[in-house]
Each structure stands twice: as C-alpha cells, then as structure tokens.
C-alpha cells in the first residue's frame, strides 16, 4: 500500500464515515494485498517451525530468532488490515446518532460507583468510533453513586476525588447526579466535602444518606449544605434533593434542618423534587415547598409541641405538587396521627389542586394515621392511586372502610382516576366493602393492582366494567372458582389478568 492511498483513507480511520466507492476499492486493494502478505509470512512461518521440529543439533538460535521476526511480522500486518477491514465495516453505514440510540436503548443508565468496570463497556470495545460515540453519551458520565463510609485514609479521598473529577468531565454541561453516603467518623470528609462544593453550580440531582451514629453527624450534614463560613452553598439549577437521615437509637435526636438550610430559596431556586425520611425527629424547616412538582414524605416524626409541624402544615405549603409519596410508620409508641395533622382535627382540609399521582405506604398500628391522612385531602386533578402496607406483621387493622371512597367522592374524581394499586396482605379478604365502595366512586377505573395474602371469591363480581389491566398479587387457591367462571371459554375476555404469587411490587 502507497503512502498517496493510505492518505486516501486516513480521514476514516477515526470516525464511523461511510467510505466512497473509490474509498472502497483501495480498502479492498489493500485488504487482498494484505492477505497475500499473510500467505507469505504463514508459509515462511511454517516452514521455521518444520526445520526447528527437524533439527536436534544446536545451536538454533538463527532459526528461533526468524520465527520470532516472522510472527512479529504477521502479527503487525493483521493489524494493519484490521484497519481497512473496519474501513469497509457494513457499520459504517449506520449513522452516530443511530448507534448513540441503540446504546442508550440497550443500556438504562442509574447511579454508577467508580469500582470496576462501566456496565456500558462492552459497547466501548466494539471500535474506536463507539468508544468516541459511548463518550459522547453524556447523560451515562453524569451520574455517579459513591459510599465513603468506610473510605478513610486521606491518600483514597484524594483518589476518589481524582476518578469523580475524571468521570464527570464526559458530562459536558448535562447537569450532575450524585448519590452520595457520608460518615461523621472520617477525618478527611472535608476532603471531598470541598470538591461538592466546587462543583455545587453543575449539581442537577443530590441524594444524601447518613446515620447519625453521634451528635458530630449533624455538623457534617451542615457542612455539606454550608461553607465554613456558615453561609448556606448555593445549588443553582438543582432540581433534585434526596434526604435520608437515620439515627442510631441511643443518639436519636431533634434534627434542625434550619439551621442547615438557612436561605433554602436562594440555595434552591430549581428544585422541583424534594424527598426526606428518617427514623428521628424533625423540627419545622423550609425549602421551596410551593414549587415543588414531586415530594417524598416521610417516614419521619415531628416536633409539634413548639414548632407545629405536621405532614398537612407542610402539604398546604406544597400547592403546585404533581406526585406525592407519603411514608407512615409508628415512632416509639406515639400515636402516628400526630404526625399527619393537629389533634383533635378541625374539619379543616388540604387541597392539592394539580396532584396527579398519590401513592402512601404505612407501617403497623399506622392504620388511624393513614385515615386521618385521606380525610385531611382534596385531590380535584387525582389520576393514579397507590396504597400499601408495607408492615413486618402479617395482621393490617382496618376499619375505615368509607374513608378511600369518601376522598375520591370529596375531591370530585370519579371520572379521572385511572390507575389504583392496595397492597393490604391478609386484610385485603376482609375488606370487600372497601373495595365496592372504591369501585362505585371509581366507574371509569382502567388500571388495578391488588396484592394480599388471599382473595374473596366475590372480587370478580364488582370489578369496574372500563377495567382494562387487572394484576392480582397473591395465591390462588381461594378464587379458582371465581377465576373460572370470570374467564369462560366462549366469553371474551374483557380485562387483560396478569398473576403473581408475590407480596406486591415495591
């Protein structure tokens, strides 16, 4: 090959181009000149290794060292044909932005750790232009999830904040997700405490988890959210904050979230996605609740005998809100309605006017909160519905059987709710008059999910007639009968049944 048309093609080597039809024919010219060079060095090889399998006198080093040139020979014209096989590669013909398509659709990037290899390197090892194509994903380099919990030494800090730097510089200007675990027992957490706030302006998503395992852990929460000056550090296009606070229990204490946050408007003035839980106690805090879009309460206790703090206190404050998480579970043998309004309750209601999706999960004895909950709300633009059990006991106490139905009646969604999930294990048998009444404020009801221990025989008779996708969580054994006279052969079938023998999904 002359250097005139290797020049020819240079201009492909690097790149996923389609060549020209001239293009085309000096790759093959070269690929045949190629191969007939391979034929030669095989043959020259082959004869090395039968003179060597013949010769028993020494010494054979002249006939080694050839060998050797020979193979080193062979090996460098392979990879220069490699070179213009790729150059005709029927790839080639497919577009960047179709294999960027293709790889973002194979792959569903989450947080990655910087341990070990990406999971997306497979598709960086097909050719040098999908290595180029994979690095100019930059929405696969923008996340990352790092536990420094048990990364101490100053030396491994430093390291981390070297491969973050590096893994974050593929991100181009898409904003910055981090998932990020903490310890108040590392001495060096200033370390990349400082390297957070360098990078604080490019921060689209934090989710920050730490357990409070002694009074020095909150200062380090007020070191991630404050400089030392203790001025509050500013996320400017944040858009998602996740907090999960856990305290050990002989450390449980009151959490002043404002002192953490001391000008939370000015800190977050993008934040549409606010979460929090934890098993300690919070004080009344703000963040921009008014413009949250998407809020994951909960579980958490509050501090209502000097600050007035409750789930409903800060929903009032959330009116432009779309979805809503709601997480209950009992506090150390306190009544958990306390947690969800002021009691004894004033017939005072919370009206949410643009949330779309309501999803809320308890714990045991949690039942009266999650009553009180459900007639503390006006949803006028409800859509979707999900309510849980999620207790480690097997017994749910319910007898609430009208307070479901009576917030879909209140809020005047009969016709907009499309979508209702009930995980309630063994108390879902026991509560078909639940169930009617749900389904008769519910006509035009598309989508169900049930999950439980078991099922009354009679639940195929009540389902909604617009049920489109029906999906049952549970055994089977007590509505086979149900199941068979609900799914006749010679009927069609109007609901779409999917069955799994499960607790629900999560």
Avoid at 356 to 370: N, R
Wanted: hydrophobic share 40%; glycine share 4%; proline share 5%.
């Amino acid at each position: 090959m002359d250097a005139q048309e290797d020049q020819a093609l240079q201009g492909l080597f690097d790149s996923n181009i389609p060549p020209s039809s001239q293009q085309y024919s000096i790759a093959q010219a070269a690929i045949e000149s190629f191969n007939q060079a391979l034929t030669a060095v095989n043959e020259h090889i082959a004869d090395r290794e039968s003179q060597l399998a013949a010769t028993v006198k020494q010494p054979l080093g002249d006939l080694e060292h050839q060998l050797v040139e020979l193979q080193a020979r062979k090996k460098v014209i392979e990879e220069k044909k490699q070179k213009y096989m790729d150059v005709i590669s029927t790839r080639r013909g497919i577009p960047d932005e179709i294999v960027e398509a293709f790889i973002e659709e194979a792959y569903s990037p989450s947080p990655l750790s910087l341990n070990g290899a990406p999971p997306f390197l497979p598709f960086m090892l097909v050719s040098r232009a999908w290595y180029n194509i994979v690095c100019g994903i930059t929405r696969f380099w923008a996340a990352l999830y790092l536990d420094l919990r048990s990364t101490s030494e100053e030396a491994d800090i430093r390291r981390v904040v070297e491969k973050a730097t590096r893994w974050y510089s593929h991100a181009g200007s898409t904003p910055l997700s981090l998932s990020l675990s903490l310890s108040s027992s590392n001495p060096n957490n200033h370390i990349f405490i400082d390297y957070l706030h360098s990078i604080a302006n490019n921060f689209g998503t934090l989710d920050f988890k730490i357990v409070l395992a002694t009074s020095s852990d909150v200062a380090l929460l007020r070191q991630v959210f404050q400089d030392p000056d203790s001025k509050g550090i500013t996320f400017p296009i944040m858009k998602k904050l996740h907090l999960a606070i856990r305290s050990k229990r002989n450390t449980r204490r009151e959490i002043q979230l404002s002192d953490i946050f001391t000008h939370p408007y000015e800190q977050f003035q993008a934040l549409e996605d606010f979460a929090m839980h934890s098993n300690g106690t919070f004080a009344k805090f703000d963040v921009p609740w008014d413009a949250l879009t998407t809020l994951r309460l909960g579980p958490f206790s509050v501090v209502r005998k000097y600050q007035g703090m409750t789930y409903c206190s800060i929903l009032e404050s959330c009116r432009n809100l779309r979805s809503l998480h709601v997480g209950i579970e009992p506090q150390g043998g306190t009544d958990a309605r306390v947690f969800i309004r002021k009691l004894p309750p004033d017939g005072t209601k919370v009206t949410l006017p643009h949330l779309t999706q309501l999803s809320v999960e308890h714990g045991f004895l949690c039942d009266l909160a999650c009553a009180t909950l459900f007639e503390s709300l006006v949803l006028p633009s409800l859509q979707s519905l999900s309510w849980k059990y999620v207790g480690e006991e097997d017994d749910m106490l319910w007898d609430f059987s009208n307070t479901f139905p009576e917030m879909i009646a209140r809020s005047n969604t009969s016709n907009t709710i499309k979508s209702i999930s009930i995980g309630w294990q063994d108390a879902l048998s026991d509560n078909m008059e639940t169930l009617v009444g749900l389904f008769r404020q519910a006509p035009g009801l598309e989508v169900l999910e049930l999950s439980g221990n078991k099922i009354d025989t009679g639940l195929m008779e009540i389902l909604p007639g617009a049920l489109k996708e029906l999906t049952l969580q549970l055994k089977l054994d007590t509505a086979r009968v149900a199941f068979a006279r609900y799914l006749e052969d010679n009927a069609p079938q109007r609901v779409h049944v999917h069955v799994v023998e499960s607790q629900g999904r999560q």
